[in-house]
C-alpha cells in the first residue's frame, strides 16, 4: 500500500479533525485505506427512473424525475414540516420534511426540475414521499447515465454529525480522484487474472464503490472474495507446513498385541468402510514422526469413540499412554464406562479424573498415571491441571473441542516431552465444509459419513398444541413396548426463572397424565447438584423412570440404547444444530426411535425452516450447511470469538465455490514454490508478508 493510503484521514476533503474523530471513534476509521477497504452493505438501483403514475406504498424506495411544482410549510410546534409537490407527465406526488425545514426552503427551488429518490409511504391514501434524497437536473447529470449508488455502514452519531451515507459517498469519491492505480500494487499473480477472469486490484476496488452496472459489480466483488479467501488458505495451509516442519512427534511404528487382540476378539461389530478409512488416516499420521493434528467429525452415534479407542491402542503397543478429556462430568463418565467394557480382559488400567475424584483415591491414580501404571486416562478438564503428570503421553483426544478454550488446550501440549503428544479433536457437531475449512484449515480433517449397520433412521414429526392428546397417546404406546421417552425443555439463560417454570409446569402436567405407581418420571436441570442430576440419569439408565424430563443438559449425556422417543418442548426456541444434537439421544439402539418436534401455531418463516429441516433429514452436515445460510458464521457454535471468521466481503454462507477454489490455488502455489520465490509469485509474497504478521496467535495449537 503505498503512502497516499497511508495519510490520516482528516486531510482527505470535507473531513477535518472533528469528522476524523467520528469516524475513528465510531468505525475505526484511521486512514485513506482503512476507509478505502470499507465495502459497501448494498447498493441503491438507480439506473432506472419510475412514473408517477405507476407507484404505490409497497413499492419500497424509487428514483422519480419530474419539477417541483409547489412548496410550504404546514403545522406548527414539533408538527411543523415542509411539503412539495413533485409533478411528472403522469402526475403528482407529495414530498415531506420534518427537519431542516428553514434550509431546505432555502436551498429548493420551486419550478425547477430534480431527480428525486426515497421511499413511498402511504398515508390516509395519500402517496408521499418522506424525507427524498434530491438532485438538481443539470447538463452533467442529464448525460450521466443511472447508477448503483453504495451504502455504507453507519451509525446515529455519524449520521447527526452529517456523515451519513451520501456524505461518505462524496468522500470516497474525493479518495478516487486522489488515487492512482499504483496506490494499490496488485497482489495477485496475472496468470490467476486471466485463469479466473479477475479484474484488477485497483478496478475491483473502484467498481466495488462505483459499479456502472451489475456485471461490473459482480466481477469486482467477486476478485475481492477470492483475495481474501486466498490469503486466508494460504496462511492456514502455512502454518501447517511449519507445522510439520517445526514439530516433531513421536513414532508409532508398530500396531501391536492390543490393537489385534482387540480388533479380532473384542470388536463388538465390524468396522464401516468409513471408520476403516478414518483409522488407516490416523496410522498414517502416527508413523510419520510428525505431530498428528486431526480433526474427526462424525454424527451422533457414526462410531467416533471406537475409533478413538483403537487410536489409543497404537499409542499403547508403542510404549505410551493416551487421555481423552470430555467437556462434562457425564460425557466423560460415559466414555469411561464405553471404554473400560470395550477393553474389559486386555490387561489395561482405564481411570477416570474429574473434579469429584479427590483424597487418597485422587493421590494413588496420579502416582500410578506418573509410574506410567495408567495406560488410558479419561476425564474432564481435571486432566489439565499443574498436578498431573503423565509419564510418557503420546496421544491426547478431545471430545467436542469447541468448548474448551485455546489456553487449556495448550496445556495439554505441555503435558509430555521431549514432543507435545499427537492429537486427535472429536467433534459430533458436524461443520460445515466451508466453515470447517475456514475454522480447522491448518488441521487435517477425517469425517465418518456412515452409520453402524443396523441402525434405523429417527422418524421426526412437527407437531403443535392442536396434537398435543395424540403424542401422549403415542408416549404411551412406547412405555407400553418396554421403551423409554425423553421430554426436553429450553433453557435460555437470560430467562432462567421463566424456563424452569415451563419445566416444572410440564413435568407436573406429565405427571398427572403419566400417574405413579404405573409411570415413573425422572427430571434433570442444569441447577440441580451434580449428585442429584447423576442419581437421576442412573435411574433412567436402569430403567427404574420411563419418562426423562430435561433442559438441554441431557445434549451430551447418557447413552440409553432403550430410550426411542424425544419430545422438544417449544422447538423455536432451539437452534438448528442443537435439535439434531438432541434427536441423537434416541435411535442408538436397534428399534425405530421418533424425534416429535412441538410448536406454537405462530411460527416465523427462520422457525419454519429450521423444523422442515430437521423432519426433512438427519443427515447432520446437510443440516449444518443450513444451519449455516441461516445463522451466519459467527453464530455457530463456538465460533463467535473466531477472528478468522471476521470477513470484509467474503460470506461463508454464499461464497463456498470461491473458497473452494481459493484453497485448490493456494495448495497448487505452495507446491509448486513453497517459499514464493518464483517472479511471478513476488505479488504474493509481498502482500502475505504484511497479511501474516497480523494473524498471529496459537496458530500451532488446534
Known amino acids: 500500500m503505498q503512502h497516499t493510503l497511508k495519510n490520516p484521514i482528516e486531510y482527505l476533503k470535507g473531513v477535518g479533525p472533528k469528522r476524523a474523530e467520528m469516524l475513528q471513534k465510531e468505525l475505526g476509521i484511521f486512514t485513506f ?26 413499492i419500497g424506495s424509487v428514483q422519480i424525475k419530474g419539477v417541483l411544482r409547489r412548496l410550504t410549510v404546514a403545522g406548527t410546534g414539533r408538527k ?105 500494487p496488485e497482489n495477485l499473480p496475472a496468470y490467476f487474472l486471466e485463469k479466473l ?65 482387540f480388533y479380532e476378539d473384542k470388536l463388538p461389530f465390524e468396522l464401516t468402510g468409513a471408520q476403516k478409512r478414518v483409522l488407516k488416516e490416523i496410522r498414517r499420521d502416527l508413523g510419520r514422526g510428525v505431530q498428528m493434528n486431526r480433526l474427526l467429525q462424525g454424527d451422533v452415534g457414526s462410531g467416533k469413540t471406537i475409533v478413538g479407542l483403537m487410536s489409543m491402542l497404537i499409542a499403547i503397543d508403542n510404549g ?45 491414580l496420579l502416582e500410578d498415571l506418573a509410574e506410567g501404571r495408567i495406560h488410558i486416562l479419561i476425564g474432564t478438564h481435571a486432566l489439565i491441571e499443574e498436578p498431573v503428570v503423565f509419564q510418557n503421553l503420546g496421544l491426547a483426544i478431545t471430545d467436542e473441542q469447541h468448548r474448551f478454550g485455546v489456553k487449556q488446550r495448550a496445556k495439554l501440549w505441555k503435558k509430555s516431552s521431549p514432543y507435545p503428544p499427537h492429537v486427535l479433536v472429536m467433534t459430533a457437531t458436524p461443520i460445515p465444509r466451508t466453515l470447517a475449512m475456514t475454522l480447522y484449515g491448518d488441521l487435517d480433517v477425517s469425517v465418518i459419513d ?35 421417552v425423553y421430554v426436553v425443555y429450553p433453557l435460555i439463560e437470560e430467562s432462567e426463572k421463566l424456563d424452569l417454570k415451563n419445566l416444572q409446569e410440564g413435568y407436573e402436567a406429565l405427571s398427572r397424565e403419566f400417574p405413579p405407581p404405573e409411570y415413573q418420571i425422572s427430571i434433570v436441570h442444569g441447577r440441580m447438584k451434580p449428585d442429584d442430576k447423576d442419581f ?11 419418562i426423562m424430563v430435561a433442559t438441554t443438559v441431557i445434549e451430551v449425556g447418557v447413552n440409553v440404547p432403550n430410550a426411542t422417543m424425544m419430545v422438544i418442548e417449544n422447538t423455536e426456541r432451539f437452534g438448528l444444530s442443537q435439535l439434531h444434537q438432541l434427536r441423537g439421544r434416541v435411535g442408538r439402539g436397534g428399534d425405530q426411535s421418533y424425534c416429535i418436534l412441538m410448536s406454537s401455531f405462530k411460527l416465523s418463516n427462520e422457525s419454519k425452516e429450521r ?39 467474503a460470506d461463508l454462507a454464499k461464497d463456498g ?17 513453497p517459499s514464493l520465490e518464483r517472479p511471478h509469485h513476488h505479488p504474493i509474497r509481498w502482500y502475505y508478508d504484511k497479511y501474516s504478521k497480523k494473524r498471529k496467535g496459537w496458530s500451532y495449537i488446534s
Open 536 to 546: 437421576e440419569m442412573q435411574r433412567f439408565l436402569r430403567n427404574e423412570t420411563q
Open 33 to 58: 485505506g482503512d476507509l478505502l477497504f470499507q465495502y459497501p452493505t448494498r447498493y441503491i438501483d438507480k439506473t432506472q427512473f419510475h412514473r408517477i403514475v405507476d407507484l404505490h406504498p409497497d
Open 80 to 184: 411543523r414540516r415542509l411539503v412539495g409537490k413533485l409533478r411528472d407527465d403522469s402526475g403528482a406526488l407529495d414530498l415531506v420534511w420534518f427537519t431542516g425545514v428553514q434550509w431546505l426552503e432555502k436551498k429548493l427551488e420551486v419550478g425547477k426540475e430534480y431527480v428525486v429518490y426515497g421511499r413511498v409511504n402511504a398515508f390516509k391514501n395519500i402517496l408521499s414521499i418522506p424525507h427524498p434524497e434530491m438532485e438538481a437536473v443539470n447538463a452533467q447529470n442529464q448525460q450521466r447515465r443511472g447508477v448503483f449508488d453504495p451504502v455504507y455502514p453507519s451509525t446515529e452519531k455519524l449520521n447527526a454529525k452529517g456523515l451519513d451515507s451520501k456524505a461518505r459517498r462524496r468522500m470516497m469519491k474525493s479518495l478516487f480522484e486522489k488515487m492512482q492505480p499504483g496506490d494499490v
Open 450 to 484: 456412515e452409520l453402524p449397520p443396523g441402525r434405523k433412521e429417527i422418524k421426526t414429526i412437527h407437531q403443535t398444541e392442536h396434537h398435543r392428546l395424540k403424542v401422549m397417546g403415542f408416549m404411551k404406546q412406547e412405555i407400553a413396548k418396554g421403551r423409554q
Open 320 to 364: 505410551f499412554q493416551a487421555c481423552l478429556m470430555a467437556p462434562t462430568e457425564i460425557l466423560a463418565q460415559q466414555h469411561y464406562q464405553s471404554i473400560s467394557d470395550y477393553v474389559e480382559g486386555l490387561d489395561l488400567q482405564v481411570a477416570f479424573l474429574s473434579g469429584s475424584v479427590k483424597g487418597r483415591a485422587r493421590r494413588e
Open 197 to 261: 477472469k479477475l479484474p484488477q486490484r485497483y478496478e475491483a476496488l473502484l467498481r466495488v464503490h462505483f459499479p456502472r452496472n451489475q456485471e461490473e459489480l459482480k466481477a469486482a466483488r467477486n476478485r475481492l472474495k477470492f483475495e481474501e479467501l486466498f490469503f486466508l488458505q494460504l496462511h492456514l495451509l502455512q502454518l501447517k507446513n511449519k507445522r510439520q516442519k517445526a514439530i516433531k512427534g513421536f513414532t508409532f511404528e508398530q500396531v501391536g498385541a492390543y490393537f489385534h487382540q
Open 657 to 673: 465455490r470461491i473458497l473452494q477454489t481459493a484453497r485448490e490455488l493456494a495448495m497448487r502455489v505452495l507446491e509448486d514454490d
Open 611 to 649: 423444523i422442515q429441516t430437521m423432519v426433512r433429514t438427519n443427515n447432520g452436515f446437510d443440516i449444518s450447511e443450513a444451519d449455516l445460510k441461516l445463522r451466519g458464521p459467527g453464530n455457530l457454535q463456538g465460533t463467535e470469538q473466531s477472528g478468522m471468521l471476521q470477513f470484509r466481503i
